[in-house]
């Protein structure tokens, strides 16, 4: 199976700009998660998706928002961009069944944004 | 809502000694313990995993051990190799969490020829 896939690698944008993030996840995977990777904060979940529902949210500013296709692919905006927002930005996919019981969630190389 | 602490932050060791990564957490109710390893420019990979019904899993060189009680959990690594250098994370999923990981701050191991 193929992995996870992540469009595009690298984005260098401007402060006040917007962008939008792409992930398609392993084949048979509902459930898309992302994770914004600082070095000083590590890893934070921003939100997870599933079947084309956010099921649920980080502490993230409502600037951050994102969606899934009824192909499981999904995407994520972050508008007006600030100096702060530079990062890496991962999804992750898993079956995403169940509560109680937790699916492996397999990562993306993830997209390294740059706001200059 | 769960925090996870990671120790150390960085471990050097020689190639074929033992390797150990420490993780606490918070949330007596989080079920589910991943392991992943980070090599530069790519995302973090899946190594290891335990659930909160087995105290301790192997595969191959690597193991992971859970302390429900004290709320830890350990990565070990066995007869190291310098490809295994790279950043560890731990993570903790709450069992009301869906497919939430909280992640550990992640530790820098170098294996040393």
């Known amino acids: 199976k193929a992995g996870v896939t992540q469009t595009p690698r690298y984005l260098i944008k401007t402060r006040g700009q917007q962008v939008t993030l792409s992930c398609s996840p392993i084949s048979g995977h509902r459930s898309v998660s992302w994770y914004q990777q600082t070095p000083g904060q590590g890893l934070q979940f921003l939100f997870e998706?599933?079947?084309?529902?956010?099921?649920n949210k980080g502490n993230f500013p409502g600037r951050f928002s994102g969606r899934q296709f009824s192909n499981s692919r999904s995407e994520m905006n972050v508008s007006t961009l600030e100096l702060g927002d530079s990062a890496l930005y991962l999804c992750?996919?898993?079956?995403?069944?169940?509560?109680?019981?937790?699916?492996?969630?397999?990562f993306g190389p993830g997209t390294r944004l740059t706001v200059t | 809502g769960e925090n996870v602490e990671q120790h150390p932050s960085t471990l050097s060791v020689q190639e074929g000694d033992s390797a150990v990564i420490k993780c606490t957490y918070s949330?007596?109710?989080?079920?589910?313990f991943p392991w992943y390893k980070q090599e530069l420019g790519k995302g973090p990979q899946l190594i290891i995993d335990?659930?909160?019904?087995?105290g301790e899993k192997k595969d191959q060189r690597i193991a992971v051990t859970l302390n429900k009680t004290a709320k830890h959990f350990s990565l070990h690594i066995t007869e190291t190799q310098p490809e295994d250098s790279a950043v560890y994370f731990c993570a903790a999923r709450p069992i009301s969490g869906y497919s939430t990981l909280t992640f550990g701050k992640g530790t820098m191991l170098l294996v040393s020829p």
């Open positions: 992750a996919s898993s079956t995403g069944q169940g509560v109680s019981i937790s699916s492996e969630q397999y």
């Open positions: 949330d007596s109710a989080s079920n589910y």
């Open positions: 998706y599933f079947s084309e529902t956010q099921r």
């Open positions: 335990i659930r909160s019904n087995v």
